[in-house]
């Protein structure tokens, strides 16, 4: 290389994610310059650099992608658990006027600076596990101020941490109380209104495409207007009941479709096409005690690459920990090691449209990286609510 690297971590294995499997290069070396990936190979060719780190033969893997969570939120929802134990269900409370739309009261009482204090702890958990990039979505605001209020405080989040935060627009996530019985109005102030107000503060859309949520020709409308104003799309579909969710946002070339347990093949052909990404949310299965699974194996057939995520909301999965979703994911999907490390990093990235520039490791990328104290990396899936990680470096620090 023509001018020595910053910085040099030698003496290391790497998973580099790079390829259709873990990328494992043994006695490798990685080197950064300015924040980005220089240079990747075996440690007897590393070129020289300022710093150099010996890892002393530890793992080596990207920096950890959670893709999919609801981070921002205000208010607990432990009484609604209790009422869980004793037998409701989740849409039962949610028809009742809770679930969702009490988070949406807390949230709304919340000031920005409330949110994000409250959600710092969660965040640097993640981090805690070698979290480099995380998507965090609005959806407890339900009007224009409280849904910006929340993507403001998503993006600040990203200025107090080293991570890369990118932000999802979920307005369309309930109806809210003052549109009770007008759902078609609220999509309009969705559509017309919040949307466009959203432009330069949200990454992307989401919506909650469900019986509790919104129905296919509602969710339809939210897609096109994000599609219309440049932003990409995602969607919650198939989580409690087949609503062809995923088809749909598949029409829309969706970056992703989340949750999918009650998805059939049609959809899973339409997320093929589109190359839209199949993120899978082994905690919410987990909490809401669901009993159908998403079909892994039909999504392998068709070559739909497979996300996972924390999901963590305080409703169905209050969960900040990425590695025991990809336990979760191994444990109650059948994820193979390789798939659920992949889920973590690079199909995590390409879920969130990143995949040019985090992900793997490979000359270009951002230098975000996690080092672990594992003999194996089936340890980081294996290992129930440990964390070994050693050191992670986001863009180069
Ligand atoms: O991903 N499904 C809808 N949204 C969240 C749950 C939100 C909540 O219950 O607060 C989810 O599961
Ligand atoms: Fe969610």
Known sequence: MPTPADILWRNARLATMAGDDLGVVERGAVAARGGTIAWVGADADAPDAATIVDCDG?????????????????????????????????????????????TVTATRAASEDDLVATALPRLDQLIGEGVTTVEIKSGYGLTLEDELKMLR????????????????LLAAHAIPPEYRGDAEGYIDLVCNTIIPAAVGLADAVDAFCEGIGFTAEQTDRVLAAAVAHGLPVKLHAEQLSNLSGAALAARHGALSADHLEHLDGPGIAAMAASGTVATLLPGAFYFTREERRPPVQALRDAGVPIAIATDCN???????????AASMGATFFRLTVTECLRGITINAARALGLSGSVGTIEPGKAADLAIWDVTDPAELVYRIAANPLHARVFAGQ
């Open 153 to 168: 405080a998503a993006r600040r989040l990203g200025e107090a941490r080293g991570v890369r935060v990118r932000t999802t």
């Open 58 to 102: 530890r793992w080596i893997t990207p920096g950890l992608i959670d893709c999919h969570t609801h981070l921002v939120h205000a208010g607990s929802r432990a009484k609604e658990f209790e009422a869980r134990l004793d037998g409701v269900s989740y849409e039962e409370i949610a028809r009742a006027g809770g679930g969702i739309l009490s």
């Open 314 to 324: 305080p409703g169905t999965s209050p969960m900040a920990s990425i590695l025991l």
